[in-house]
Antibody
């Protein structure tokens, strides 16, 4: 069974750094791109970027380029999303999801990680 | 690149059919058959309903169907059921610079 299990909710202060995780199991982790999707409170979905665990190739949405860093540790089948300096506007639910090969949809999703940034 | 345009809300009675539109441009929906649709229930992760415009993943009811004409894609739900009440999002590939755009989402209310 394909599973993506995300790290627990986080509460941070503005200016702090953060790294959240997404652990994949039940499939060949290095053979599928993993992506991140943001959902701000009461708002829609936003595609942030994807990473290919096989070779760490990364594609960022122009809206998120330079704002976040996507990485992966294939030895523990885990993808990451990180911020170096959080702001209140980073408060959102973040989902990881598996991108189907040679296509542009997400077929399996993690449960989401809620990030709250507040002073 | 702007998000794809969806109506904010639609409604229908049980047993009826409804259609949700998703309007993009010739740079995204109009150029690629990589349109997909997701259903999101409150507090839950999105679930894939339709991919490649018209295809349904295994396990998704055949009451859900997708289509596309020009720059507009559509999701039709037939035989509306109370359990279909949720938010629905479209997405489309938009080329090798933007990659993927989502629609703003449509809240479906089953009356």
């Amino acid at each position: 069974e394909v599973q993506l299990v995300q790290s627990a909710a986080e509460v941070k202060k503005p200016g702090e750094s953060l790294k959240i995780s997404c652990k994949g199991s039940g499939y060949s982790f290095t053979s599928y791109w993993i992506g991140w999707v943001r959902q701000m409170p009461g708002k829609g979905l936003e595609w942030m970027g994807i990473i290919y665990p096989g070779d760490s190739d990364i594609r960022y949405s122009p809206s998120f380029q330079g704002q976040v860093t996507i990485s992966v540790d294939k030895s523990i089948t885990t993808a990451y999303l990180q911020w170096s300096s959080l702001t209140a506007s980073d408060t959102a639910m973040y989902y990881c999801a598996r991108k189907f090969n040679n296509n542009w949809y997400f077929d399996y999703w993690g449960q989401g990680t809620l990030v709250t940034v507040s002073s | 690149q702007s998000a794809l345009t969806q109506p904010a809300s639609v409604s229908g009675s049980p047993g009826q059919s409804i259609t949700i539109s998703c309007t993009g441009t010739s740079s995204d929906v109009g150029s690629y058959n990589f349109v997909s649709w997701y259903q999101q229930n409150p507090g839950k992760a999105p679930k894939l309903l339709i991919y490649e415009v018209t295809k349904r993943p295994s396990g998704v009811s055949n009451r859900f169907s997708g289509s596309k004409s020009g720059n507009t894609a559509s999701l039709t739900i037939s035989g509306l059921q109370a359990e279909d009440e949720a938010d629905y999002y479209c997405s489309s590939y938009a080329g090798s610079s933007t990659y993927v755009l989502f629609g703003g989402g449509t809240k479906l209310t089953v009356l």
